[in-house]
């Protein structure tokens, strides 16, 4: 009869670390993010909306402190939505999402208004309704949460993000697929609020004291579009080599629909720049929207009467001319492809009224 192999009595160490990484994961940190932010007392305390959340399943409690009142922050938090000021997260990972998302960097008057019912785009296809609408104190939207402002003192506001997902199948899904996602998007949003509030009540000190009062506010606003640039360009640093590497790829196709590469000359330094862009093709012309232009410096490279630009585009590098034009709150960058191959060369000639 022939032996048998004796059995390992050791797992393998894929199994091992699989099971640790999922024991950390479940001890430290999904109870981490799950409250990120919050304090002993953001537990407890009762909040405007409390009563249409779901009882039991995942309690979901972020929060963060900004050193501005109520009064500077709630604006910033009436205009979420993908139809007006956004959502103050990541933007680039929105878009490769389809979401057409802007991020506001002004509080715009006409968007500080919500009725109960209407509809918060996420997405031009739908979004979630408002279940409450108190100015300056609390935002509600069905199936995410509550948004609540809370004054601390010392002209300090508590912004805190409660939700919950029910006991079954759909708190399964929600653990696996949109959990984790769902954080670090909130994360990001509940930050750029504190962001944009804080440096609307920014006030850096003037050295010198017979400077007039338009010169003062001029210092100040180049002050706080620097701040917003220095932060941006750090987040761009640690993300943008990775969706370049995925652009450029075999596997481009799931971020290629909605993303591109651009390679520019730098206007001033003569130095060539790649960047990541969201886009829409139409035949030869290509149109890129830059949100939030004052954190984004590349479009100016590419105003006036434009420059020559390369473009990874759909798997494919293409050549043509690209013109920034700025429209508000948006520049909108439009790029004539060169010839295809098959005679055909794209073309753009902006004018006065050109968007």
């Known amino acids: 009869m022939p032996?048998?192999?004796?059995?390992?009595?050791?797992?393998?160490?894929?199994?091992?670390?699989?099971?640790?990484?999922?024991?950390?994961?479940?001890?430290?940190?999904?109870?981490?993010?799950?409250?990120?932010?919050?304090?002993?007392?953001?537990?407890?305390?009762?909040?405007?909306?409390?009563?249409?959340?779901?009882?039991?399943?995942?309690?979901?409690?972020?929060?963060?402190?900004?050193?501005?009142?109520?009064?500077?922050?709630?604006?910033?938090?009436?205009?979420?939505?993908?139809?007006?000021g956004g959502f103050y997260s990541y933007e680039w990972l929105e878009n490769l999402?389809?979401?057409?998302?802007?991020?506001?960097?002004?509080?715009?008057?006409?968007?500080?208004?919500?009725?109960?019912?209407?509809?918060v785009h996420l997405h031009p296809a739908g979004g979630l309704r408002v279940s409450v609408f108190e100015p300056r104190r609390a935002l509600g939207l069905e199936g995410w949460g509550m948004f609540v402002l809370d004054p601390v003192g010392g002209g300090r506001t508590r912004l805190i993000a409660r939700g919950g997902v029910p006991r079954g199948i759909g708190a399964v899904t929600y653990g696996l697929l949109i959990e984790i996602p769902h954080f670090v998007m909130e994360r990001r949003m509940l930050l750029g609020i504190k962001q944009r509030a804080e440096a609307s009540q920014a006030s850096p000190p003037v050295t010198q004291a017979s400077r007039g009062d338009a010169e003062g506010e001029g210092d100040q606003l180049r002050w706080v579009a620097t701040e917003r640039r220095r932060g941006f360009a750090i987040l761009n640093r640690a993300i943008n080599p990775l969706v370049k590497s995925l652009i450029r790829s075999p596997l481009h196709w799931p971020a290629s629909r909605r993303l591109a590469l651009i390679t520019y000359t730098g206007r001033r330094s003569g130095r060539r720049y790649t960047i990541p862009v969201g886009y829409e093709m139409a035949d030869l012309h290509v149109t890129i929207t830059v949100g939030s232009p004052d954190r984004k410096v590349w479009w100016q490279s590419l105003t006036g009467t434009g420059a020559p630009v390369e473009l990874v585009v759909r798997g494919r590098r293409r050549t043509g001319h690209a013109v920034a034009t700025r429209a508000g709150d948006h520049v909108v960058v439009h790029v004539a492809l060169d010839d295809d191959g098959q005679g055909r060369q794209g073309s753009y000639r902006p004018t006065p009224d050109a968007p």
């Open 3 to 84: 032996s048998r192999a004796p059995l390992c009595p050791c797992a393998s160490p894929l199994a091992l670390f699989g099971t640790g990484a999922t024991a950390l994961y479940a001890v430290a940190i999904r109870p981490w993010h799950l409250r990120w932010g919050a304090e002993p007392e953001d537990e407890t305390r009762e909040l405007t909306g409390d009563d249409l959340l779901p009882k039991g399943g995942t309690q979901i409690l972020h929060a963060v402190t900004i050193d501005a009142p109520v009064e500077a922050v709630w604006p910033w938090l009436a205009q979420l939505g993908q139809d007006r």
């Open 97 to 119: 999402a389809g979401c057409e998302m802007h991020n506001a960097d002004r509080i715009h008057p006409e968007w500080q208004h919500r009725e109960l019912g209407e509809t």
